[in-house]
């Protein structure tokens, strides 16, 4: 019975988790190889704000007396809430070294002309 559970959970962690990062990943690829930079800074914004609005609510919804334990739950949340933050932001960086790199290069090859 216990595995059962152990696998529905892991399905609805893949459903409801990695495949919509994978899917905004996808997104971030695209919106970082845009000319201007803005694009592909608004998901990992948005992801960052995702986080810390869950786990203020978490935060503030704890009840009972205040003790540390209680601080570290809404600290795990908030990391593994940046998980697409971090993937984001990694995509966007190399997205946009490749990009200026070409850039620089197609500068290049102008002034040679």
């Known amino acids: 019975m216990q595995y059962m559970t152990t696998l529905i959970t892991f399905f609805m962690l893949f459903f409801y988790y990695a495949l919509p990062t994978g899917l905004l990943c996808l997104l971030e690829y695209f919106l970082s190889k845009l000319e201007s930079p803005w694009p592909g800074r608004v998901l990992p914004i948005l992801s960052v704000v995702h986080s810390l609005c869950w786990a203020l609510v ?25 998980i697409p933050t971090l993937l984001f932001l990694l995509i966007y960086r190399n997205t946009r070294r490749r990009f200026t790199e070409r850039r620089a290069m197609d500068r290049k090859d102008i002034q040679d002309l």
Do not use: K, Q, R, Y
């Open 58 to 82: 978490v935060l503030f919804n704890m009840a009972g007396p205040a003790s540390p334990a209680l601080f570290l739950i809404p600290l795990a949340m908030l990391v593994v809430f940046n």
